[in-house]
């Protein structure tokens, strides 16, 4: 017997985009009793739905669950930023001070230096907005574009320089630690929290994308947001260098200028290419990757 065809009625936007899955496996189980489904109803072609059935794929979807902890989550991810920065950068600052008063590292730009630095901002930034935004009515517009916001920034901001951050690190690390991290930073610098900087980063990137569901930019939005960001950060620290004759990272000082602007370059594409690495994880996680219009 065929479907009978939903009444036409204003879309809504979804409550959360963090059920899609679970929505649509749901709809795979409802579809599978009807034999023959009019236009307009859910549409099961190939493993494929139509878009525009999303409103009542979630409307029957259990999910107080999910959307509780995601909540959760990004409270305590916002918490634990915060205070990896105040008391990270505290802790640092009083050890250094300590016993090493002349100081060993030039304090031109302080923190601000670092990448590390900036990607703990980024992450703050991220779940404090991804936070505010869960706590918004389903419906309002203001949650419509903050969402927009936090997908953007996640997916090509927040997600890639964590990667690019933890892996550069340990990999150069691995093959000689005093090109990125000599070992006078043991004095001032707790184990633990070298692994908050650049290893747990990864790890709290990996579960966002496990429990929500993020749409994706363009590749050609992807690309200029990624461009900028790394070259906004490469002519920072090269300021730092003409401004007083020091490379913010050792392995930059033993490069030949030729063989650093391949570096420079590289990174740049590598950092590219995680965000790609992010999409295709989160597609692996959710079956399907939408993109924001």
């Not at 630095?117 to 009515?137: K, M, P």
């Amino acid at each position: 017997m065929a479907a009978i065809a939903s009444p036409s009625r204003t879309r809504t936007p979804p409550p959360s985009y963090l059920l899609k899955r679970r929505a649509l496996r749901n709809a795979q189980a409802k579809s599978r009793k009807h034999t023959d489904i009019s236009n307009g109803n859910l549409e099961q072609e190939n493993g494929s739905f139509e878009e525009t059935d999303y409103d009542d794929l979630v409307e029957a979807t259990p999910q107080n669950e999910l959307e509780l902890l995601a909540v959760l989550y990004h409270f305590s991810m916002t918490v634990f930023y915060a205070l990896l920065l105040y008391y990270g950068t505290k802790l640092v600052d009083d050890n250094r001070s300590k016993l090493d008063p002349t100081g060993i590292i030039p304090s031109y730009g302080g923190h601000f230096k670092f990448l590390t630095h900036f990607n703990l901002w980024f992450q703050l930034i991220f779940f404090g907005v991804q936070f505010f935004t869960d706590l918004l009515h389903v419906d309002s517009t203001l949650r419509r574009n903050l969402q927009n916001i936090c997908d953007v920034l996640f997916t090509t901001i927040a997600a890639p320089t964590s990667l690019f951050v933890a892996s550069t690190f340990w990999a150069v690390y691995a093959y000689d630690r005093s090109l990125v991290y000599p070992d006078r930073f043991d004095l001032f610098v707790p184990q633990y929290m070298n692994h908050f900087w650049h290893t747990t980063i990864v790890v709290w990137v990996a579960f966002e994308n496990i429990l929500c569901f993020h749409r994706y930019p363009s590749v050609g939005v992807a690309a200029c947001v990624n461009f900028v960001v790394n070259a906004a950060y490469l002519s920072w620290i090269v300021w730092i260098f003409v401004q007083t004759n020091f490379w913010v990272y050792p392995i930059l000082k033993v490069l030949p200028l030729h063989y650093l602007t391949v570096f420079c370059a590289g990174c740049m594409f590598l950092s590219l290419f995680l965000y790609f690495v992010g999409q295709a994880f989160a597609q692996l996680r959710w079956g399907k990757t939408l993109y924001i219009q």
